[in-house]
C-alpha cells in the first residue's frame, strides 16, 4: 500500500474530489495546512507597515491506495490541482506497512 | 415679541424639540465607545480582543460614576482661579431639579449632564488603543479613575467650563478636539513612553485579526459623531447644528479619500484599514474646527488631515515608541492638525465671531488656538506619565511577558474571543454548570402517560 500527500491550493479541492472519486477512490482525509514553496508569501500593509507573510493556506489531502494504483493517482491528483500558476503545491508517496478498518477489523488491501 | 411680554419671559425657556434632539445625540455619542471598542478590537490580535474591547467598555462603568459624584462639579461647575470647577448641588447630581435648565440654554442640566458625561466616558477609551495587549486591567481600571479625575475634568474645565481660562482666552474647541483627541492622544503617548514596547515589536507579525470588526467599529463611530459634533451646539435653533453635521460629513469623506490616494501612491494598494483610519482622522480633525468652518473649509481640513496621519502612523517605527493602534498618530496628530486649522478656516459669526487667517482674521486665532492645543498636549502628556509611572512602581502596570505572550484575554478575563478548537470541540467544563431546578419539579419523576424507558 502507499499513502499519497498531496499539499495543494485550497481552491483546487473540489477538482480533485471529483477526479478522485472518478478513478474510484472510496475516502479520503483533508486538512488545512499553511506552508511555503519557493515563491515564499506575499506581502500585505497595514497603516503603511509592511508585512511578509510567509505561510499560505494550502490543504493536504491524504489517500492509502493499493501499489499498483498510487503512479496513476498521483498522476490524477496532479492534473486536477494544476492551475500553472506558482504555488500549485506539491504531491508524494510513501510506502505503508498497515492499515486496518477500525469498525471490521480488516487489514490490508481489504481496509481501503 | 408679542406685545405684552416683558423681557424677564426672554429667559430661556424648556425646549422639547431641542431637549428631544440632544437626548438623541447623547445616546449617539454613547454609541462611540462600543465603536470605539469594535475599531480597536478588531485591530489586535486574536489573543486580546476581549481585553482591546473590555478596555473601552469598562469607562462606561468606571467614568459614568466618577462623572456623576464629583466630574460633572469638577468640570462645569463654578469656576475657581479660572483651573477647576465646583458646585456642591452637581455633586452626586443631588441639587438638581428636573426641570432645572443649563445656564443660558433650553434645554435641562440633567440633560447637558449626560451629554458631556459621554465625551467623559470616550476619552479615557482612546487612550487604551495605545496601550493594547500588555496592560493589567486593574491597572487600567485605576489608571482611568485616576487619569479622568486629575487630567479629564480639569481640562474639560479649561476648555469648556464657563471661567475656564482656554474658555476665557477664546480657544475654539467646538466639540472636543482639544479637551477630547489631543488630551488622549498626548496621554497615550505618556503612558507608552513609561509602559514600554510589547513583546516582539517591530518583529513579530502583528497585523489586525479582524478587519471587518475595524470597519463595523469606524461606521459606528462616524454614525455616533453625528450626536459628538451636531449635538455640540446644544440645540438646534439656528442652524450651527446642521451646519456642523454636513462638515462632520464632508470632512471625513475627504480625509478618507486622502488617506487611500496616499497609501496606493505610497504602498500600492487602497487598504481596508486605511479607510477607516482615514475616517477617523477626519472625524477627529473636524470635531473642533467644524463650528466654525465652511464645508470647503470641512473638505480641506478632512483632506489635510487623512494625508498627515496616514503619513504620522508610521513614524513610531521610525522612532521606536510603540503606539500600537496608533493613537498618536491619529487622535494627537488629527486632533492638532484640526484645532491649529481653526485659525485658519473660521469663518466668523458661526460658532464664534473669530476669523481665521484665511478669512481677514490674521493670525490671533492661530496663535490661540496653538496656546490650546500646547498646554493641554504638555498637561497630559505629562501629568499621564506620572500616573503611569506611579502605578507601575506600585501595583505594575504590565501583565508578565509569558502573559503577554500567550495571550491578556486568557490571563486577564478567563476568557477567549472565539472558540476555534476544530477537534473535539474543547474541553468539559471543569465545574459542572449547575441544571436549571424549577421549584417543585426536582424530587418527582415526569407526570406522563407515556412509557418511558429508565
Redesign the interface.
Known sequence: MKLITAVVKPHRLDEIKEALQAFGIHGLTVTEASGYGRQRGHTEVYRGAEYTVDLVPKIRIEVLVEDDDAEQLIDVIVKAARTGKIGDGKVWSVPVDTAVRVRTGERGPDAL | MPPGITLAAEAPQLSAANTGFMLICSALVMLMTPGLAFFYGGMVRVKSTLNMLMMSFISLGIVTLLWVLYGFSLAFGTDIGSLIGWTPDFVGLSGIGRDQLWDGYTIPVFVFAVFQLMFAVITPALISGALADRVKFTAWALFITLWATVVYFPVAHWVWGAGGWLFEMGVIDFAGGTAVHINAGAAALGVILVIGKRVGFKKD?M??HSLPLVMLGAGLLWFGWFGFNAGSWLGNDDGVGAAMFVNTQVATAAAMLAWLAY?KI????F?T??AA?GAVAGLVAITPSGGSCSPLGAIAIGAVAGLLC?MA??LK?RFGYDDSL?VV?VHLVGGVIGSLLVGLFATGGVQSDAKGLFYGGGFEQLGKQATGVFAVLGYSLVVSAVLAFVLDRTIGMRVGEDDEISGIDQVEHAETAYEFSGAGGGTAPRKAPSAPNPAGTAATAPQTDKKVDV
Not at chain 2, 505610497?266 to 494598494?269: D, I, K
Open positions: 507579525l497585523r489586525p497609501e505610497r504602498h500600492g494598494a487598504t484599514l486605511g483610519s496616514a502612523v508610521g517605527y496608533d498618530g
